[in-house]
Structure formats: C-alpha cells, structure tokens
C-alpha cells in the first residue's frame, strides 16, 4: 500500500490550501482514510477522516467549520480543503488509511492507522 500527499505549501493566515493524498496497491472498498498533523514539540493530532465504507465524516473540533473533506472513489484519493487557515495550523500533515468497516469517527479517534504517506508541510504565516 502506498499514499502520497501533496499540496503542502506556505499561505498567510486566512488563506486557503488543499491537501490530496493519493492511495494504491490494494484492492478494497472497506477503508477509512484520515489526515493527521504534527507541529514541532507537539503530539501527532488527528484532524479529519473520511470512510470509504459508509460515506462518513469526522472532523476535530480545532478545524470543524472550516476544513472540509472529500474523496474521489475512481482514483482512492482523499482531498482535504483548508479555508480561514490559522498559524497554528503549522504542521507537517500526514494521510493515512485504514482497512475496516468502522465510522470516520472512530478511526480518527483511536489513530491506528494501516499503512501511513510521507508528510507535507503545511505553514500559516500570521
């Protein structure tokens, strides 16, 4: 299984980006796949998740209302679109994927994640 991810870049607080990650080498109808960040100093953060499965979303509250996520079945890519972004949406952003029937909801929660992509730094400058 591999993901990649891209879209990462720098934008001004306020500003707008849009993160995709791209999965292959399986072949499967049953996955969830979800965004995690990590700041500097900080702990890995789930932000948003998306369940093949069942349709289901979830978010964080930290960046509910203002990202939103979306996927292309045909191609099994997740795109993540960040809106109002905030400096402290300062990360480096992974896609994951896991393989389960389970709700956006709970895989974002518990993070145990199947197989993960490299990050793409993301940076809101104030």
């Known amino acids: 299984v591999q993901l990649q991810a891209f879209g990462g870049g720098l934008v001004q607080a306020g500003g707008s980006l849009r993160l995709s990650c791209a999965a292959s080498?399986?072949?499967?109808?049953?996955?969830?796949i979800g965004w995690f960040r990590q700041a500097p100093g900080k702990e890995r953060e789930g932000v948003s998740c998306?369940?093949?499965?069942?349709?289901?979303?979830y978010y964080a509250d930290s960046v509910k209302g203002r990202f939103t996520i979306s996927r292309e079945n045909a191609k099994n890519t997740v795109s993540l679109q960040m809106n109002s972004l905030k400096p402290e949406d300062t990360a480096v952003y992974y896609c994951?994927?896991?393989?389960?029937?389970?709700?956006?909801?709970?895989?974002?929660?518990?993070?145990?994640?199947?197989?993960w992509g490299k990050g793409t730094q993301v940076t809101v400058s104030s």
């Open positions: 998306i369940s093949r499965s069942d349709g289901s979303t």
């Open positions: 994951a994927i896991r393989f389960t029937t389970a709700q956006a909801m709970r895989v974002l929660t518990y993070g145990r994640m199947d197989s």
């Open positions: 080498g399986f072949i499967s109808d049953y996955y969830a």
